[in-house]
């Protein structure tokens, strides 16, 4: 389905700024906002009275400084990490969806663990009750990768996962077409 697609939002100097979904891309290209820089095949949007083509790629019209904004961007932090850890639980190395994992804080926030992205992990319900209220080591429940990802390393963690599907979006994001992606 066309509304479930996500278009990459490039900035005006072509930097990745992250993804929209389709009626959020066609509102800002109507408004002249953003322009399209590639269209999703033939996919078309219709309304009762337009027809509007569906971009893969749009680009502002004029610059964003993003460095503040990404400061406290939280929002969709929890998809960011699951992303991080390749929708793996960390400690028995299960797959699971977004609504299989739950994000556990390693150090406990009961011992003054703070819920920033080096401190959480993705993990299945079943390890993240056994850990409970205890640190790895204690609860003897080794993590399998190391959390420690920053921000950034987040949010190209998430446009390479969408990469995976979209080959148009990779000369944008400094993928080789050829290789494999790899987001850890």
């Not at 609860?139 to 390479?160: E, I, N, Q, T, W």
Request: charged share 30%; glycine share 6%.
């Amino acid at each position: 389905m066309v509304f479930s697609r996500r278009v990459l939002l490039l900035n005006a100097s072509y930097e990745a700024l992250g993804t929209v979904d389709v009626p959020r891309a066609v509102r800002l290209v109507y408004k002249r906002t953003a322009e399209t820089i590639v269209r999703d095949g033939t996919r078309v949007l219709r309304s009762q009275h337009f027809t509007f083509e569906v971009p893969s790629i749009i680009r502002l019209v004029e610059y964003v400084d993003v460095r503040r904004r990404r400061r406290g961007q939280a929002g969709k932090q929890r998809q960011r990490i699951l992303m991080r850890d390749r929708m793996r639980c960390q400690y028995c190395g299960v797959r699971g969806t977004l609504f299989d994992l739950t994000l556990d804080h390693i150090m406990p926030r009961s011992r003054g663990g703070r819920t920033e992205a080096e401190n959480l992990c993705a993990a299945c319900i079943v390890c993240n009750q056994r850990k409970g209220d205890r640190t790895p080591d204690e609860a003897r429940m080794p993590l399998l990768a190391s959390p420690s990802a920053l921000r950034y390393g987040l949010d190209r963690a998430v446009l390479h996962h969408f990469a995976l599907t979209r080959p148009e979006w990779r000369p944008y994001l400094f993928l080789d077409a050829d290789a494999e992606i790899n987001v850890a």
